[in-house]
């Protein structure tokens, strides 16, 4: 495939992308700059003492998006980027992130991504982030992404976050800190195969009266595949949080799912539940008499849970 | 036409137990009938139903369909060829819409107002549960709605309908005998519907019943409603309690 259409190809599967993106963009690529745009309510600036950006988002900036997609193409990459987003009061703003690693090399390429938000009082992001791998080269592909973020009072921040393939090895972290009346959603989907190692450590915590935390993990195992989550929930005050941990394990794939709730204040309900278990007999039998095969039975029933 | 010939099935051997569940079963029925299998808790008439839907492989016996030996037929393929089965126990999928679900069954895209009609005729408000997923959320009449509701989707020559009316309050249920009569009427299909429904028995052309893994009558309802009784009577005695 030529670069371009390597380039093409990864944009849409990371950050749905077709064209350039409306809106304010910064596309980095094999550790560069590929292209950046600033609109009237949305900056993006580069640090000058490491390498990353810094995002700023207006008081009172309504249904914008940012896309901050990330590519490696070239095999040999290893990068660790720091992105700070500063969203600003009343806001209601979808970032999406997301990076794509083509790796036809033997050299193994990694993105590390620190992504660090504080969000205003009463903003509401969304933030989109999808990883995948591809490449039929003997390079490891790599990305351990980090996230920490505040939420000031009556903010919301929604997760959504995707590993949706050819990912060798995650190591993915998230601390979430929620002031008062600020709610959390966190949607995390992750597939995982071959000799794939994935470990996802969640904390949200809940400092605020009226805060509340929503995590729901999904998660398909398959070959030789590892997984290994630490969902976890703090309640510091009068609140609310639910952990929901469902995956489906296939092969000789290994699940490891730990989830935690810890109440320090009288006023705090958590719950946590986990499910771990192979696909039922009878789900598959159920769509193979409305006419599916055994094959798409078990792929219906894989994307209807990681969607 | 649907055919069994000599259907016998024991139970698995990997179970460590030993039993007949279904006992040398032959029965014909013809095309375009209305037939409800009735007979004790116990009895074979679920593991009838799935033998013909090969979701259970007999020990020995043949089914024919239009005449076409489908014994060696997967659940698939059986579905190709024009059998379509509601579980009497459905099982719950996450993150399948109601609608999904539908399309899937009917194998092509559907419209709202296709959804919608689909599932009137089970008694449940489209817009409530088009977009509501399959999953241990729907309660277990809601459950039983849907999946009567993907069946009438797939609309194939031979439906069967295993319990259809469980765990369904009374208002559903009138609409449901209802829809019962008016596919049968408006589609022309071999209707199977295992019930021990009054009502669903009496609207049927022929009455099956099903004791003891064996075929142990056969007849018009007013012919063997009063035989149920009797059937009952001895299958509680086999069970050992005082009748
Ligand atoms: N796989 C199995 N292993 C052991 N026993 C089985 C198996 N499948 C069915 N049976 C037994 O076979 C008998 C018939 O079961 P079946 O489900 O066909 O009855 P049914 O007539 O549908 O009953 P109901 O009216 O309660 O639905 C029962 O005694 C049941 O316990
Ligand atoms: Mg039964």
Redesign the interface.
Same mark, same amino acid.
């Given at each position: 495939m030529a670069q371009n259409d390597i380039r093409k190809d990864l944009l849409k599967k990371i950050a749905d992308l077709h064209e350039v993106p409306e809106g304010a963009y910064n596309i980095r690529e094999n550790s560069g700059l590929a292209g950046r745009r600033n609109t009237e309510y949305i900056t993006i600036e580069t640090k000058t003492d490491k390498p990353g950006i810094n995002i700023y988002v207006k008081d009172g900036t309504q249904n914008k998006s940012v896309h901050i997609p990330v590519l490696i193409t070239q095999t040999g990459i290893t990068e660790m980027v720091y992105n700070d987003f500063f969203i600003g009061e009343d806001c209601d703003v979808l970032i999406v992130a997301g990076c794509g690693i083509h790796n036809e090399g033997d050299e193994k390429s990694a993105h590390d991504g620190i992504h660090s938000f504080e969000i205003g009082k009463n903003s509401r992001v969304r933030y989109i982030e999808k990883h995948y791998g591809e490449g039929k080269g003997t390079g490891e592909r790599i990305m351990n992404p980090e996230m920490t973020a505040h939420l000031s009072e009556g903010a919301t921040l929604e997760v959504e976050s995707v590993q949706i393939g050819g990912i060798d090895s995650t190591n993915r972290k998230t601390v979430i800190t929620a002031d008062e009346n600020a709610k959390v959603l966190i949607q995390e989907r992750i597939m995982s195969d071959g000799k794939q190692d994935v470990v996802s450590d969640t904390e949200v915590i809940l400092n605020g009266n009226g805060s509340s935390a929503q995590i729901n993990s999904?998660s398909v195992a398959k070959g030789e595949s590892t997984q290994l989550f630490y969902p976890k929930l703090t309640g510091n005050a009068d609140c609310f949080g639910h952990v929901q941990c469902?995956s489906i394990i296939m092969d000789n794939a290994k699940i490891r799912s730990i989830p935690e709730i810890c109440a320090n204040s009288v006023d705090a309900r958590l719950v946590h539940e986990a499910a771990i278990g192979k696909i039922?007999g009878?789900?598959i039998?159920?769509?193979?008499?409305?006419?599916?095969?055994?094959e798409e039975a078990e792929e219906?029933?894989l994307?209807?849970?990681?969607? | 036409m649907l055919r069994l010939e000599n259907i016998t099935f024991k139970i698995p051997a990997e179970t460590g137990k030993t039993g007949t569940i279904l006992d040398d079963i032959s029965l014909e029925i013809p095309d375009g009938k209305y037939i409800v299998i009735t007979g004790p808790n116990g009895g074979g008439k679920t593991t009838l139903a799935k033998v013909i839907?090969g979701?259970v492989t007999p020990d020995s016996g043949r089914i024919f369909l239009d005449g076409m030996n489908i014994t060696p037929l997967?659940?698939?393929a059986r579905?190709?060829a024009g059998i379509?089965?509601g579980?009497q126990q459905?099982?719950r999928? /996450?993150?399948?819409t109601v609608k999904?679900?539908l399309q899937?069954?009917a194998?092509k895209k559907l419209s709202r107002d296709e959804c919608c009609s689909y599932l009137t005729k089970v008694g449940l408000c489209a817009s409530d549960y088009l977009n509501r997923?399959v999953d241990t959320s729907l309660s277990g009449g809601e459950m039983k709605r849907i999946e009567i509701a993907?069946i009438l989707a /797939?609309n194939t020559p031979v439906m069967i309908f295993d319990e259809p009316e469980a765990g369904i309050d009374l208002w559903s249920f009138h609409r449901l005998t209802k829809t019962f009569r008016e596919i049968h009427e408006s589609t022309g299909c071999t209707l199977i519907i295992i019930s021990h429904q009054e009502r669903i028995i009496s609207q049927a052309d022929e009455v099956l019943l099903i004791a003891d893994g064996k075929l142990s009558g056969r007849g018009l309802p007013e012919e063997i409603l009063p035989q149920i009784d009797g059937i009952y009577e001895r299958a509680c005695c086999k069970l050992g309690a005082e009748c």
């Amino acid at each position: 495939m030529a670069q371009n259409d390597i380039r093409k190809d990864l944009l849409k599967k990371i950050a749905d992308l077709h064209e350039v993106p409306e809106g304010a963009y910064n596309i980095r690529e094999n550790s560069g700059l590929a292209g950046r745009r600033n609109t009237e309510y949305i900056t993006i600036e580069t640090k000058t003492d490491k390498p990353g950006i810094n995002i700023y988002v207006k008081d009172g900036t309504q249904n914008k998006s940012v896309h901050i997609p990330v590519l490696i193409t070239q095999t040999g990459i290893t990068e660790m980027v720091y992105n700070d987003f500063f969203i600003g009061e009343d806001c209601d703003v979808l970032i999406v992130a997301g990076c794509g690693i083509h790796n036809e090399g033997d050299e193994k390429s990694a993105h590390d991504g620190i992504h660090s938000f504080e969000i205003g009082k009463n903003s509401r992001v969304r933030y989109i982030e999808k990883h995948y791998g591809e490449g039929k080269g003997t390079g490891e592909r790599i990305m351990n992404p980090e996230m920490t973020a505040h939420l000031s009072e009556g903010a919301t921040l929604e997760v959504e976050s995707v590993q949706i393939g050819g990912i060798d090895s995650t190591n993915r972290k998230t601390v979430i800190t929620a002031d008062e009346n600020a709610k959390v959603l966190i949607q995390e989907r992750i597939m995982s195969d071959g000799k794939q190692d994935v470990v996802s450590d969640t904390e949200v915590i809940l400092n605020g009266n009226g805060s509340s935390a929503q995590i729901n993990s999904r998660s398909v195992a398959k070959g030789e595949s590892t997984q290994l989550f630490y969902p976890k929930l703090t309640g510091n005050a009068d609140c609310f949080g639910h952990v929901q941990c469902d995956s489906i394990i296939m092969d000789n794939a290994k699940i490891r799912s730990i989830p935690e709730i810890c109440a320090n204040s009288v006023d705090a309900r958590l719950v946590h539940e986990a499910a771990i278990g192979k696909i039922a007999g009878d789900q598959i039998l159920k769509l193979m008499t409305l006419g599916l095969t055994a094959e798409e039975a078990e792929e219906k029933i894989l994307a209807g849970l990681l969607k | 036409m649907l055919r069994l010939e000599n259907i016998t099935f024991k139970i698995p051997a990997e179970t460590g137990k030993t039993g007949t569940i279904l006992d040398d079963i032959s029965l014909e029925i013809p095309d375009g009938k209305y037939i409800v299998i009735t007979g004790p808790n116990g009895g074979g008439k679920t593991t009838l139903a799935k033998v013909i839907m090969g979701l259970v492989t007999p020990d020995s016996g043949r089914i024919f369909l239009d005449g076409m030996n489908i014994t060696p037929l997967d659940v698939t393929a059986r579905a190709a060829a024009g059998i379509s089965y509601g579980f009497q126990q459905p099982p719950r999928f /996450k993150g399948i819409t109601v609608k999904e679900l539908l399309q899937i069954a009917a194998q092509k895209k559907l419209s709202r107002d296709e959804c919608c009609s689909y599932l009137t005729k089970v008694g449940l408000c489209a817009s409530d549960y088009l977009n509501r997923e399959v999953d241990t959320s729907l309660s277990g009449g809601e459950m039983k709605r849907i999946e009567i509701a993907t069946i009438l989707a /797939k609309n194939t020559p031979v439906m069967i309908f295993d319990e259809p009316e469980a765990g369904i309050d009374l208002w559903s249920f009138h609409r449901l005998t209802k829809t019962f009569r008016e596919i049968h009427e408006s589609t022309g299909c071999t209707l199977i519907i295992i019930s021990h429904q009054e009502r669903i028995i009496s609207q049927a052309d022929e009455v099956l019943l099903i004791a003891d893994g064996k075929l142990s009558g056969r007849g018009l309802p007013e012919e063997i409603l009063p035989q149920i009784d009797g059937i009952y009577e001895r299958a509680c005695c086999k069970l050992g309690a005082e009748c």
